[in-house]
C-alpha cells in the first residue's frame, strides 16, 4: 500500500536541522574554531563563515535526501555489496596521500570544497547490506555460518578503524550490527560467543595509552581539570551555568575558548548552557521521537529489506546521538562522534540526511493493516527473512524476546489450531 512520505519524520528533521544551524552559528560566531586553532582553512574574519559552510552542507544533504527518497528499493537492494564495498575503498583510501591526519588519527579525505569522513558512510553502507543480507529468503538466523558472515564484513571494518585509529567509529559499529542481527531473531548463543571473542581485542585496545587515560580521566576528570580532564570539566560547567533555562542564545560563555570542539562533538554542552536543561531535553526529545517513528515505520512495513532498512537507519542515528550524549554529560569517556543534524562536520549531515531520505521511502509503503507482532492461537510464526512454511525455532525464540517482526506470509489466511 503506497502513501506519502512520514510528515512527522520530515518535521523532526527541519527541527533539528534548524537547532543544528542556530548552535553552530552561536558557537562559532565571536571566537571562530579556525583562530582557535590558529589555521587559515575558513575565513575565520566572517561571523558567518561556519555557518555558511554548514548552510551549504545542508542544502547538499537535502538533495541527497531527495535522490535517496526517489529511488525504488529493489534498486537500493540490487546495489547493497557494490555501496558495501564502495565505503570500503573510501575507508582504504585515507592511507594514501588524499588522507588527512588531524589529532593523531588518520580519518578525513581530502575533496572539494572539504573534507570527507568515510567511517560516516562506512555505517550506513554496513545497514543496507545487513537489510539485504537478512531478508534474503536463503537467510537463517540458526544458522552460524550465516551469523559469522555479518561479523567477519563488520571484523574488515573494524580493523582499519583500529589502524586509523576511530574507537568511536568501532563501537557505534559494533552496537549497530550486533543489534540488527539480535532483531533478525539471532541466537543469543552466537551473540555471547561474539562477546567472549570480542571482550580481550577491547580490553587490549583499551589499555592503549592515550585511551586507558580517557579512561582514567572518565572516572575521575576532576583529578587533572587543567590537563586531561580540562575538556570534560569545561563541559560540566557549561550544563551547571546553564541551569533550568540557560543564559540565553548566544550568551555562552565556554565557547569563547575555553571548551574545546564546542562547534562538532561537543556542541550539546553549548545547547545546555544557552538553551538550559529544558532546550536540551527537547532535543533528546526530538531524537527519541524520530527513532520510535522509524520504528513505528519498520513494523508496519510488509518487505523484510524496507523493514531492516528503517531500523538500521533509525538505530544508526539514535545509537550516535545516546552516545554523544553521554559523552558530554560525562557518562562515557571522551570520543569523537558528532551528534547528527547538529554537529559541525559535512560527513555526518550529508550521511544522516541520506539515512533520513531512505526511512521517508519506505514510510511510502505500509502494510493496509498495522502489524503488532501478536500471535493469534495457531498462527503460524514467521520472522522477516526467513520463509519457512511452519516458522523456525528462532522467529519463535526472538517473539518470545519481544523483537522482530512476525506475520504470516503475504497472501496466506490465518490457519487456526490443528484437529487432534
Known amino acids: ?83 558495501l ?8 583510501l585515507v592511507f594514501t596521500p588524499l588522507g588527512i591526519s588531524a589529532g593523531g588519527a588518520r580519518r578525513w579525505l581530502q575533496l572539494w570544497p ?6 560516516e558512510l562506512v555505517k550506513l553502507s554496513m545497514v543496507i547490506f545487513l537489510a539485504w543480507f537478512m531478508s534474503r529468503t536463503s537467510y537463517d538466523s540458526e544458522k552460524f555460518f550465516h551469523f559469522l558472515i555479518p561479523i567477519a564484513v563488520m571484523a574488515v571494518f573494524q580493523l582499519i578503524f583500529i589502524l586509523q585509529p576511530d574507537f568511536g567509529a568501532l563501537m557505534s559499529l559494533a552496537i549497530l550490527t550486533v543489534t540488527l542481527l539480535f532483531l533478525s531473531g539471532t541466537r ?18 583499551i589499555m592503549a595509552p592515550y585511551r586507558l587515560r580517557r579512561i582514567v580521566t572518565f572516572l575521575d576528570p576532576w583529578k587533572d581539570p587543567q590537563g586531561a580532564g580540562f575538556q570534560l570539566t569545561q563541559s560540566f560547567i557549561a550544563f551547571g551555568s546553564g541551569g533550568l533555562q540557560g543564559v540565553g542564545l548566544g550568551e555562552g560563555k ?6 574545546p ?25 526530538l531524537f527519541l521521537l524520530l527513532f520510535f517513528r522509524g520504528f513505528m515505520i519498520a513494523r508496519k512495513t510488509e518487505d523484510p529489506f524496507a523493514y531492516y532498512l528503517a531500523m538500521g537507519v533509525s538505530l544508526m542515528i539514535a545509537v550516535q546521538a545516546v552516545i554523544n550524549f553521554a559523552v558530554v554529560t560525562g557518562l562515557a569517556p571522551t570520543k569523537g562522534l ?17 539515512a533520513i ?64
Open 254 to 259: 565556554q565557547k569563547l575558548a575555553f571548551l
Open 114 to 119: 572539504s573534507s570527507f569522513q568515510p567511517s
Open 357 to 420: 531520505g531512505l526511512l521517508l521511502n519506505v514510510s511510502r509503503y505500509r502494510a493496509a493493516k498495522p502489524l503488532h507482532g501478536v500471535m493469534h492461537i495457531g498462527a503460524q510464526p514467521e520472522c522477516v527473512g526467513v520463509e519457512t512454511g511452519q516458522g523456525s525455532r528462532s522467529s519463535q525464540y526472538a517473539l518470545s524476546r519481544g523483537y522482530g517482526q512476525f506475520r504470516n506470509r503475504p497472501g496466506q489466511a490465518r490457519k487456526g489450531p490443528k484437529k487432534p
Open 188 to 205: 543469543l548463543r552466537y551473540l555471547s560467543y561474539l562477546a567472549l571473542c570480542g571482550a580481550p581485542v577491547l580490553i587490549y585496545l
Open 1 to 83: 500500500m503506497t502513501q506519502g512520505a512520514d510528515k512527522s519524520i520530515i518535521i523532526l528533521v527541519v527541527l533539528l536541522a534548524l537547532t543544528g544551524l542556530t548552535a553552530v552559528y552561536s558557537s562559532t560566531a565571536v571566537i571562530p574554531p579556525s583562530i582557535q586553532k590558529g589555521s587559515a582553512a575558513i575565513d575565520a574574519t566572517s561571523q558567518f563563515a561556519y555557518l555558511k559552510k554548514q548552510g551549504f552542507t545542508a542544502l547538499l544533504g537535502i538533495a541527497a535526501l531527495l535522490i535517496a527518497y526517489k529511488m525504488p528499493l529493489k534498486y537500493l537492494k540490487k546495489m547493497a555489496i557494490a555501496i
Open 338 to 354: 558528532p551528534l547528527p543534524f547538529i554537529s559541525y562536520g559535512g560527513s555526518s549531515l550529508v550521511v544522516s540526511f541520506i
Open 85 to 92: 564495498l564502495l565505503s570500503l575503498a573510501g575507508l582504504l
Open 261 to 285: 570542539e564546542v562547534h562538532t562533538d561537543f556542541i550539546f554542552s553549548l545547547i545546555g548552557e544557552e538553551l538550559g536543561f529544558i532546550g536540551a531535553a527537547v532535543v533528546v526529545t
